[in-house]
């Protein structure tokens, strides 16, 4: 470990300081260990690495300054949430600690002054909950400006987002924040990793191959004895690689500074692959998609016409799985999804007994605290009965003779 001084501990302004650690720094890594084993530490090789992760860590900090560490194998999962079907890579607690310390040290730090405000994913401070309100604030605005609600949204949204990523243009990107030689080595080896094995296609296939949406999914279905490693595609990253968060909100800058300063649009948010423009123009909203999808054309990713739209802001109209309508008298409406209540409803029923009291009761609160504000007293009140119910039979707990409201319920957990 090196004999400097920690300024992540010592400094209450980390973020405002001039001082940048390492990635390969022992207490970045130490810091990086402790994120990596978060909510994944029941695992037997978490474990097994906890038992002496001084000596790992140390190891690691050697390989890394030598630029000799060797990432280890992955493993990958279909994981269906909100009625999508992805697949996950799962990685080793040790490559896990090395992204991360390359993540929160290097890329994040380097890349966050270039990225417009309202770019609310993966980045500390911001989030869904940020990029909801930052959207109520411009709906809000827009109703100051205008006197009315008579103006339109465009909802846009990228196709198999993460898996048609390019690597060649990630390399001009993180080379034109980044200025430390070692990260971009690193950054290369992460990436050649990623790499698509496409044996199976023939000549004209793999001649197209990086102009052709590819769909992971469907991938995964593919014979594995016909991936032979002959041919590679140089695209895609896997859901769930810390990289990839950082390359999410990165990727799509051209175009957040297309829409911002080449078309001086001021109410525009973007959340991953998930983006709004608010005008009272529908005509110039058509032609700035027109716009958007020339400028994902040169990045290589495509838009998802199906739920690319413009809608009226007095309408109902859904974004980030949340409804939302602008009153004629300047409210804005939001609502839960239906669905997800449905969704939620159904894995309560079946997680109830399998998970502790303590487990079901922090899962089901956490979820409720989140959601309270955008549902209606009734839904409230539905999910509170079903929730003292599932108690009662599988934790033997009586229910609130009084009753209870949602709302009252959570405001009482607050306190």
């Known amino acids: 470990m090196e004999n400097k001084v920690n300024t992540y501990h010592d400094a209450a302004a980390y973020e405002r300081c001039g001082y940048q650690r390492e990635f390969h720094d022992g207490n970045a890594l130490y810091d990086a260990f402790l994120k990596s084993k978060r909510g994944s530490d029941w695992k037997p090789q978490v474990q097994k690495f906890e038992m002496l992760y001084l000596l790992y860590l140390g190891e690691m900090q050697e390989q890394l300054k030598a630029e000799t560490y060797q990432f280890l194998p992955t493993s990958s999962f279909a994981l269906r949430e909100r009625g999508k079907t992805r697949i996950i890579t799962g990685e080793q607690i040790q490559d896990r600690i090395v992204k991360h310390s390359l993540c929160d040290e290097v890329i994040a730090p380097s890349i966050r002054k270039y990225l417009i405000y309202d770019n609310g994913a993966s980045q500390k401070g911001k989030g869904v909950d940020f990029t909801r309100r930052r959207l109520e604030a411009h709906l809000r605005k827009f109703y100051m400006q205008h006197g009315s609600n008579d103006g339109n949204i465009l909802l846009f949204d990228f196709s198999k987002y993460y898996d048609n990523l390019l690597h060649n243009i990630l390399r001009k990107i993180f080379a034109q924040y980044i200025e430390d030689k070692a990260a971009l080595r690193l950054i290369d080896k992460i990436l050649e990793r990623s790499r698509v094995d496409v044996s199976y296609m023939d000549d004209?296939?793999?001649?197209?191959?990086?102009?052709?949406?590819?769909n992971s999914l469907e991938y995964a279905a593919i014979d594995s004895r016909l991936l032979t490693k002959e041919k590679f595609m140089d695209k895609h990253l896997s859901i769930g690689d810390q990289l990839a968060q950082e390359a999410g909100i990165v990727y799509p800058v051209r175009i957040d500074n297309y829409i911002k300063i080449?078309?001086?649009?001021?109410?525009?948010?973007?959340?991953?692959?998930?983006?709004?423009?608010?005008?009272?123009?529908?005509?110039?909203?058509?032609?700035?998609?027109?716009?958007?999808?020339?400028?994902?054309?040169?990045?290589?990713?495509?838009?998802?016409?199906?739920?690319?739209?413009?809608?009226?802001?007095?309408?109902?109209?859904?974004?980030?799985?949340?409804?939302?309508?602008?009153?004629?008298?300047?409210?804005?409406?939001?609502?839960?999804?239906?669905?997800?209540?449905t969704a939620m409803r159904?894995?309560?029923?079946?997680?109830?007994?399998?998970?502790?009291?303590?487990?079901?009761?922090?899962?089901?609160?956490?979820?409720?605290?989140?959601?309270?504000r955008n549902m209606s007293r009734q839904q409230k009140s539905n999910m509170m009965e079903l929730y003292d119910n599932l108690k009662g039979v599988h934790y033997h707990v009586e229910n609130d003779p009084g009753g209870r409201d949602g709302a009252d319920w959570v405001q009482s957990e607050r306190q």
């Open 262 to 341: 080449v078309r001086g649009v001021k109410f525009y948010g973007r959340y991953a692959d998930d983006g709004y423009v608010i005008h009272e123009s529908k005509e110039f909203l058509l032609d700035l998609l027109d716009g958007i999808r020339s400028e994902a054309k040169k990045l290589g990713i495509t838009i998802n016409e199906r739920k690319t739209r413009v809608c009226k802001l007095s309408e109902l109209w859904r974004f980030l799985q949340t409804q939302y309508s602008l009153t004629d008298t300047g409210r804005v409406i939001h609502k839960i999804n239906p669905k997800r209540l």
């Open 346 to 372: 159904r894995k309560m029923k079946k997680l109830a007994g399998r998970l502790s009291e303590k487990e079901f009761d922090n899962w089901f609160r956490s979820w409720f605290r989140s959601q309270c």
């Open 204 to 214: 004209a296939e793999y001649a197209r191959c990086m102009d052709t949406l590819f």
